[in-house]
Every structure is written in structure tokens, then in C-alpha cells.
């Protein structure tokens, strides 16, 4: 989620994005990382891990998650010309040549009592 400050030179409300390190190990990493993209929605489920060092002298100190589940929220090409996300998708492919196949990203199985509330 972005935090949305006023801009002290204009007045302007801007939104501010909040980046969040997300680390995935392993052959599904591998594999997500194929259908990820800048701008992707997706939901993930982890547990958070911190780090902190010493680098020139100053003390340096970062929170990310380690990814143990993560589900696709938009597809490519959804109503309307654009995706839940807004980003449109890909121009079609001119008549004179076959359309490349789409991939569509794995399936993640969400129960229940998978949910900690």
C-alpha cells in the first residue's frame, strides 16, 4: 500500500510507494519467476525475516519476507482491455503470423485452514 503525503512545494497530495523485499528459494522460484512482471498483483503468505549489518561504519538494517505461498491476482488481457492492475495487455499478434502460445502461471491451492484467522 502507498502512503500519500502533501507535497510542501505544491500542495499536491502524491502517493509514495512502499517497497517490500520478497526472497523465494528453490525450483518453484524458478518457476514463479517466469510469469512475474513489474506490476503483477499478487498476494503472498511468508514469514518475515530481519537482518541487520555494519557497513562504513553506519549501522544498516532491512525487514523482508520469505515467501512460502504465492497467488497470481491478475491474468494478462482481462475485461474491458485491462486487468484488475490496469496494465493492458499485450497488442495481438498481425494476421500473417500464428499467435504464440499464452503461459498461464501455476495454480495455487488456497484452504481454509490455511488461513491463520
Known amino acids: 500500500m502507498n502512503d500519500r503525503r502533501r507535497n510542501a512545494q505544491t500542495g499536491e497530495w502524491e ?11 528453490g525450483t518453484r522460484a524458478e518457476a514463479v519467476s517466469r510469469f512475474l512482471a513489474k506490476g503483477n498483483k499478487v498476494a503472498i503468505e511468508g514469514k518475515l525475516r530481519y537482518s541487520s549489518w555494519e557497513r ?9 519476507v520469505i515467501v ?9 488481457g482481462g ?33 481454509d485452514e490455511d488461513i491463520p484467522f
Open 56 to 64: 562504513d561504519g553506519q549501522r544498516r538494517s532491512k525487514l523482508e
Open 68 to 76: 512460502d505461498e504465492i497467488e497470481f491476482m491478475s491474468s494478462r
Open 15 to 25: 502517493d509514495y510507494p512502499n517497497f517490500v523485499d520478497c526472497t523465494m528459494f
Open 79 to 111: 475485461q474491458g482491455g485491462y486487468d484488475q492492475g490496469g496494465y493492458a495487455p499485450a497488442a495481438p499478434a498481425p494476421a500473417a503470423r500464428p499467435a504464440a502460445p499464452v503461459a498461464t502461471p501455476p495454480a495455487v491451492d488456497v484452504y
